[in-house]
C-alpha cells in the first residue's frame, strides 16, 4: 500500500513541478526579512519555475533579501527602521537567562514582557512604514498598474497584510506568526483549558495550576494585542481604510492561511476551513557531503557524528556555557560538528570540528547523524523531524522554548538550561539522547507520519497559491465569524435578552402569587 | 495552470486506483441501512478492489444491505427492530406539513419535536441492539478472532462505535450525521453565534433574532442529547466500558472522521485535525442514457428537459400537491422526466414522462437538463453541484429543508413549500430557475469550486482508511480537550479560582483601608 502510495506521489510531485502553468500570473511578495524568507524563498523558486511574475518588496537595507535575482523583480522600499541588530538579541538572551532562574509559573511572564518591549517598538515602526507606502502616490500608482493577481505575505509583520488590503487583491499568507502569538489564536477557536498560548511552555495536557497560568497569559497576551499591537495601527486604519477597520480585520480577510505547523509536531487543536498545512515544506532530501565534512563523518565510524548548530546567537552564550559544551562534546565518543563563531572554547576536544557554517539537511539525512544539539528554531525542528534525528534542544529565546517543549512531550528530545548548563548536566543528556534507542524511534514514527500524506507539503502550497489566483480568492472559505463584533460571537446579547425575559417572567409569576396571596387575605 | 493540475489528478487516480495494495487488511464494516448504505457500499468496492478484505454486519432483515456480494462477507446479526417503515415517514410528512403553517421561529421546533418522538425510541432500540451483540459470547469470539485492522462505520447509528470502541479497533467515520445534529456539533468548536444548529433552516448570517432562535435550538438539541439520547446506552456503558465513558466519549475516540460535506455547500466553520471532508465522493461522470430516455430527452430541442425526483416519499404528497405540480409541468415549454409511483395526476401534460426509476447522475450529466427539481437529499445536492444543474428544492423532512437553504444562499436554487404549493406558486419558481441564468451561472461556479481540489474526494476517503490502517490509529490528530469535563473544557473551575482569588484581594484591601481609618480615628 504504502509503496504504491509513494509511487504516486513520486509521480504527482514530478509532474506537478516539471510543468510551467500555462497562464502565467503577476504575484506580489511582501516577506519578512531573515529565517521568515529562507522559508520564503523557496515557495518563490517553485512559484517562478512553474512561470508566475513574481515581484518583491524589500527594505532598502535588507542584509538578507537580494536585490538582484532571477526568480522575482525586487522593489525597494523606504523601511523606518529600528537601529536593532543582533546586539538586541544578544541583550535579550542575558535577561531572559535572568527569567528563567524565576519559577515555572513566573518565568513565562518575565520572558514576555521582555518580548512586549520589542513589540511595541516594532509595531510602531510597521505602522510608520506602511504609512509611508500608502502616502506615496507614485509607489500607490505603479502597485495599481502592475495590476497583481495576488498578495504573497508573511502577516508575521504585516506590511503586505496592509497593502494587499488596501489593493483589493487576493491573499495569500505564509505564516506561522501573527502579532504576538501562534497563527491560530487569531482565526481558530482556542480553547484555554488544552491550547496553551505561545510562551508558556504548557503542553495540551495541563493541570489545574497549568490552566490557571495559561488563562493569565491569556489575558496577558489579550492586553498586549488591545492596548499595544492594535492601536499602533490605528491611525493608518483612520487615514486609509473604512470605519472599523482594524488590523485583526485586515488579517482575517486573507483567503488562505498556509500555516507552516503539522501535527506530528503542534498539538492538535480547531482549526478553520482556509487553514492549509505546509508545516516543513522546505525540508528536501540530503545531498552528497563536501569531501572535508564526509571525510570527518566517516572517520566517525559506527559511533556517529553529533551536530550542532544554535543559528545566529551562539557568539551571545556565556563564555561558561560554551566551555561546558565543548568540555562534554570533548567526552564523547562520536565526532563532533559545531557550527560556531566566536573565540575557541579552551576545551574543545579532538572530535570537534567547529565550522562556520554547515550544510544542515545534509548532515541531518546522514545516515551517521545521531543527534541534533539545536536552539529549537521552527525550521530546524522540522528538519530533525524530517530527517528522523533526536534533538538536544538548548532553547534561548522566543518560541524556541514552545518548539523543543513539543518535541521533548513526544519522546523526541531532552531539553538543557542555558541558564544552568554544566559539562556533566550537558554530557548526560546527550548521552541519554543518543545511547536510549526510545529518542530515535520516536522521531522516525514523527519522520514517518509527517511524510505520510497525499501530497508534499511544498506542492499542496504550490496548489492552493494557484487555487486562489485562478479563482479570484476564496471567499466560501471564510467563516462569518470573522466579521462578527465579540459580544455577537460569543452571544452574550442574546444570552443577557434571555436573561432578562427569564428575570421578567419569575418576576411576573411572583406577581401573581403575591396577589393571589392578598385576595386570599381580602376575602378572609 | 488548471490543465497541468488535472492532468496531474488524472494521472494520481489512475495510479491510486489501479494498483491493489500491497499488504491486504480487514476491515469490519457497520453501515447505516436505507441511503447512507448508497454512499458507504461505493466506497467498499474501491477499498476491495485495492485489496482489502471487506465484513459487513447487517440485520438480518435488510432491504436495503445484500447478503451475498462480490464485494464484502457478511455477517447477519439480531437487530431488534420497530416496526417502523415509509408509513411513519408518511405520517410524519402530515404532520411536518402541519408544523410549516407556523412561524419562521416556531416551526423549526416544531419539526424538531417530531424528530424527537421517532429519536428516543431509535436510540432505545440501537442501544439494546449492540447490547444483544456485545452479550453475545460466540458472535465477540468471532470478532476477536477475526483480527480486523480497522472499523468503517456511519455513526449515524452508533452500533459500529460501540462495537469498534469494545474491540479496541482503529476507527474511520464515513459520517454525515451524528446523534441528533451535523457531525461537526459532536467534535468541533460551534459558536451559535454563527453556526445554525441542524434544523433551524438558518443560515451563516444571522441577525438578533436569528440568533435567539439558534440559541433557543442549541439549548434544546443540547437537552435532546443529556436527556434522551446518551441516557438511553447508560445501562449498556456501565456493563462494557470503564466508568465514567459515555456515547460522546466512545465517538470521540474515532481517528479520523470522513466528513461526508464541502465548503462549497456547508458554510465554513470551525473544524478539527482529524476530519477529512469528502462531500460528493459519490458523484460520477455521466454515462449515456438509455435510448428510450435519449430519445426523450433529445426530442427536447433547444428548450431542455426538467428532472424531478423526491426519493420514495414522493407517494405521501398531498394528492392535492401532485395535481399542482403536474399542471405546472403542462404548461413549460421543457419537457420534464418524473420519477413517480403512485397513481397518475389528472393534469398530467403530455411533454412530462412518469418513470418509476430514473439515472439520475446521467440525466443531471446530461447537457440538455435545465433543472432538477428535488426534495433536498444531501447525495441529491452534492451530485446537482457536480453536475452544474439548478435546484428547485421542495423539502418534506428532516434536512432536506436546511440543505435547500443552503443552496439558496448561493443562489442556485429556489424553494417551493409543500404546505402551500400552487400550480402558480410551483410554475413561477420553476420558470425563474430555467429562464434567470443567475441560477445556473451560480451552480456552475459551484462546481467549478466543488472540483478544484488537488485529490478526488474518493481518493482522498481511500488515502485515509488506509492511514489509519497502515499507522494503526491517528491518536495525534485527536485533540486533547475531547477527554475534558466540560467546566474544565471552559476553563469555569479557573475563572472561579480567579474570581475568588480577586474578592480575597479586594477584600483585603477594604479591611487594610478600614484599619487605617481606624487607627487615624484612634490617633484623633
Known amino acids: ?51 508566475h511574475e513574481i515581484t518583491v518588496l524589500r527594505s532598502a537595507k535588507s542584509w538578507y533579501i537580494p536585490e538582484n535575482s532571477t526568480v522575482y523583480t525586487s522593489i ?4 523606518l527602521e529600528d537601529e536593532e541588530d543582533l546586539e538586541v538579541y544578544n541583550r535579550m538572551l542575558l535577561d531572559v537567562i535572568e527569567c528563567r532562574k ?31 507606502l500608502l502616502d506615496d502616490p507614485v509607489f500607490m500608482k505603479k502597485m495599481h498598474d502592475a495590476q497583481f493577481n495576488l498578495m504573497l505575505t508573511d502577516p508575521g509583520m504585516p506590511i503586505g497584510v496592509i497593502l494587499g488590503s488596501y ?161 562534554a562534546f570533548a567526552e564523547l565518543p562520536q565526532k563532533v560538528i559545531w557550527k560556531y563563531i566566536g573565540q575557541q572554547p579552551t576545551t574543545l576536544g579532538n572530535n570537534t570540528l567547529l565550522v562556520k557554517w554547515l550544510p544542515q539537511k545534509d548532515l541531518l539525512g546522514h545516515p551517521k547523524t545521531r543527534a541534533f544539539v539545536a536552539h529549537g528554531g521552527t525550521n530546524g525542528m522540522y528538519e530533525a523531524i524530517y530527517h528522523g534525528v533526536p534533538v538536544v534542544g538548548l ?32 554530557l548526560e543528556a546527550v548521552k541519554d539522547v543518543v545511547e536510549n534507542p526510545s529518542y530515535r524511534e520516536n522521531v522516525q514514527r514523527l519522520s514517518r507520519l509527517h511524510r505520510d500524506t497525499p501530497m508534499s507539503p511544498m506542492d499542496t502550497a504550490l496548489f492552493w497559491i494557484e487555487y486562489v489566483i485562478r479563482n479570484k480568492g476564496a471567499p466560501h472559505l471564510r467563516a462569518v465569524g470573522y466579521s462578527l463584533p465579540w459580544y455577537s460571537y460569543f452571544c452574550l446579547d442574546v444570552a443577557a435578552f434571555l436573561l432578562v425575559i ?23
Open 395 to 426: 532553547p534561548l529565546l522566543f518560541d524556541q522554548f514552545d518548539n523543543v517543549v513539543r518535541l521533548k512531550e513526544r519522546g523526541a528530545a531532552r531539553i538543557v538550561e542555558a541558564k544552568s548548563i554544566t559539562k556533566e548536566s550537558f
Open 76 to 79: 525597494n522600499i523606504r523601511m
Open 102 to 132: 524565576k519559577s515555572r509559573f513566573i518565568r513565562s511572564f518575565c520572558q514576555q514582557y521582555e518580548i512586549t518591549k520589542l513589540l511595541g517598538k516594532g509595531h510602531e515602526i510597521l505602522a510608520n512604514s506602511a504609512a509611508l
Open 167 to 327: 489593493l483589493k487583491l487576493p491573499t495569500v499568507f505564509n505564516v506561522r506568526w501573527i502579532n504576538n502569538g501562534e497563527s491560530h489564536f487569531a482565526m481558530a477557536p482556542s480553547p484555554a483549558s488544552y491550547i496553551p498560548i505561545s510562551g508558556t511552555e504548557l503542553t495540551d495536557k495541563m493541570d489545574f495550576v497549568d490552566r490557571v497560568k495559561n488563562v493569565l497569559f491569556y489575558i496577558y497576551s489579550q492586553t498586549e494585542l488591545q492596548f499595544l499591537i492594535y492601536p499602533a495601527y490605528s491611525n493608518l486604519m483612520e487615514r486609509h481604510f473604512p470605519p472599523g477597520t482594524d488590523l485583526l480585520s485586515l488579517e482575517l480577510s486573507a483567503d488562505i492561511w498556509l500555516v507552516r505547523a503539522d501535527f506530528v509536531f503542534e498539538f492538535p487543536r480547531p482549526t478553520m476551513p482556509n487553514v492549509v498545512y505546509i508545516g516543513g515544506f522546505q525540508c528536501q532530501e540530503p545531498s552528497p557531503l563536501p569531501n572535508d565534512l564526509q571525510t570527518f563523518v566517516e572517520s566517525s565510524g559506527d559511533h556517529g557524528v553529533i551536530i550542532m548548530s544554535l543559528g545566529t546567537f551562539v557568539s551571545a552564550l556565556p563564555r561558561k556555557a560554551t566551555e561546558a559544551i565543548a568540555a
Open 1 to 51: 500500500m504504502w509503496t504504491t502510495l509513494s509511487f504516486t506521489l513520486t509521480v504527482l510531485s514530478l509532474v506537478l513541478l516539471s510543468c510551467p502553468s500555462s497562464d502565467s500570473s503577476r504575484i506580489l511578495v511582501v516577506p519578512v526579512d531573515g529565517s521568515h524568507w529562507l522559508n520564503m524563498e523557496h515557495i518563490l523558486r517553485k512559484l517562478h519555475s512553474r512561470g
Open 502 to 524: 427569564l428575570v421578567a417572567l419569575v418576576c411576573k409569576k411572583q406577581q401573581q402569587k403575591n396577589k393571589k396571596k392578598n385576595n386570599k387575605k381580602t376575602l378572609k
